[in-house]
């Protein structure tokens, strides 16, 4: 501990000796008067053997704002760091049509791009309440869901949108509901790229820190909207609308055919889903057992 070197009015109730006095006492005790009383001898020396210190200096409270400021630094560079690894990784993947189309290269790239991003959330339990919301597909290597876009290529008349997953779980402690949504359409007959929606619904639990089991219940297609000129075709607009013809536009555009998954006899099937990052914008996960990664950004929620 250190005595202030500006004294303030906190120190200012007792005095320091003379610097002659001081020094004699110091280094030759046998100068100190004997003949005055312990009192009187504590308080000739008392300067030396007590320490305060002022912590109204401007030089303490300009240590605790560097301290504050060095931290504050650090924490904008880790973050400016971390939003950078997370803009590299979106623009390695933004050449591949969400996976579709790469090279070994390409490959290696992501995955080295992924393992970073990965790095600053490693360890850290799931945040519910940040996964609940809605979440658009960037890129994925899972067969399942390349195979979609292998076939919206090959087969002309075929078109897949948008892909989302869907978590609900904001008020939840141990797991909750997730959908993925895959847009689709024919363009001969619905509206292009959103002309119905593939939903595979899933119960999900969270197993570990970073891990959750996927159950899932039950696969449905919804949503159609039929385009212009089908709609011509069933009710043409130079012509009245029967009821009949608009009970048949009603049924298109509301109907929905869905196929169980799971039974009370069986245990539905599932897997393992890590979440190797996840923050306010972006969601990274792997299916265990090599079923591929995924590139998340957050989307604007919708209704099913």
Known sequence: MELSAFPSSSTSHFSLPSPVTRNTNLHNPKNINLSQSPSTRRREISPISITRVNTNSPFSRSSVICLATATTTTNKIDEFELESKKHDLLRAVQDTQRGLITTPDQRASIEEALVCVEGYDAGTEIDLKKLDGTWRLQYTSASDVVVLFESAQRFPFFQVGQIFQKFECRDQTDGGVV?????WS????LEEQEGATLLVSANFS?????????????????NFKINEELQAWIA???LPRSYLTLQ?????????AAVPVSSPGRRSA????????????MLLGRAVGGGGVFVFTKAQPFLL
């Open 179 to 183: 959908r993925n949504v895959v847009q």
């Open 270 to 281: 599932g897997g393992l889903y890590y979440l190797s990052y996840l923050d306010n914008n």
């Open 186 to 189: 024919i363009p001969t007959l």
């Open 236 to 238: 043409p607009a130079i």
């Open 248 to 256: 048949i536009l009603q049924f298109l555009q509301t109907f929905k």
């Open 206 to 222: 969270v197993v570990s820190k970073r891990n959750i089991y996927l159950e899932f219940e039950e696969i449905s297609v919804q």
